[in-house]
């Protein structure tokens, strides 16, 4: 099967205080502020970190609050395919006035998979006119393999699979075995776009998503701006098992934690499903006193 979606295109997520989370992106992350993509202001924070007008936005609203995952898709003539073969697996599409205008984007529209998370399809996303320039010096990984990467806790885990691999067509690269089965998935050679597990107890949510740049000094000056920052360190620096990403895990001022990580490898469509019993080959430790899943957001 052909793909329709090629990558994680944005994010849309919410805050109670946006202007703490501007602060937070450009001091510490190295991201950009940019424009409102329709010239509109309600109050919404636009951040790029490559050529697009933006990848992340940050609108007033609820701590922790996820408002699209923006899956980018290849043309006009798959955005269409993909809308007539999620209509006739009998998935609600949902059309809004001006939303491509909002999102800067030649047409999208939108669904929820089935935790309830809001996906947004489109195709074109707009690029800027004006270069990208890091206030950090930072740049990052992006391109064909897309913003970066998504881990959500979902509460219907094989429906949710289903969805991400057996109707979009994400390729399953590993299978994280603690506790709960964590699948790491991705319709691209970034090792894992979108990840998910079911966690009892534990809530649908965006429980972090992960920037890569392209240095590893890169990620060592934004982990000493983390600690001048006083921004909570929620994993320390680590090389992850999977995707070999060396990065560590902050927490954003909306909650949402933010991985910071360099040096993921790249997938083959050849690849054959891997098995761990552990996220990380060394490090990724959360503060002292308290437990991994503090640090994973699920306390
Ligand atoms: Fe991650």
Not at 155 to 173: A, I
Not at 186 to 207: D, E, K
Not at 209 to 237: H, I, K
């Amino acid at each position: 099967m052909s793909l329709e979606v090629t990558s994680l295109g944005y994010l849309v997520i919410t805050a109670e205080d946006v202007a703490a989370w501007r602060t937070f992106a450009e001091s510490v992350l190295g991201m950009q502020v940019g424009q409102s993509p329709d010239g509109s202001d309600d109050g919404s924070l636009y951040l790029r970190v490559d050529e697009r007008s933006w990848r992340v936005a940050v609108q007033p609203g609820a701590d922790g609050g996820l408002t699209a995952i923006g899956l980018e898709v290849s043309s006009r003539e798959a955005f269409e395919n993909l809308r007539k073969r999620l209509s006739n697996s009998g998935i609600e599409i949902e059309d809004e006035p001006r939303l491509a205008e909002r999102r800067g984007v030649l047409d999208v529209f939108r669904t929820h998979d089935p935790s309830g998370h809001p996906v947004e399809f489109y195709y074109g996303g707009k690029s800027d006119r004006e270069p990208f320039v890091s206030p950090r010096g930072a740049r990052f990984v992006t391109g064909p393999q897309g913003l970066g990467h998504a881990v959500l806790f979902v509460d219907e885990y094989e429906r949710v699979r289903d969805f991400y691999v057996g109707t979009l067509g994400f390729q399953v690269r590993d299978v994280l075995v603690m506790g709960e089965p964590c699948s790491f998935t991705s319709p691209n050679p970034r090792h894992h776009t979108v990840a998910f597990v079911s966690i009892p107890g534990v809530p649908p949510m965006l429980q972090h998503f992960m920037l890569e740049v392209d240095d590893l000094d890169t990620v060592g000056r934004a982990l000493d701006r983390v600690q001048d920052n006083d921004v909570p360190l929620s994993l320390s620096l680590g090389r992850h098992t999977n995707d070999r990403m060396l990065s560590f895990y902050c927490e954003s001022p909306s909650g949402v934690k933010v991985e910071y990580g360099w040096g993921g490898r790249l997938v083959g469509g050849d690849h054959n499903t891997g098995y761990y019993d552990a996220a990380s080959v060394w490090g990724h430790r959360p503060p002292p006193g308290t437990s991994m899943m503090d640090g994973l957001g699920t306390d």
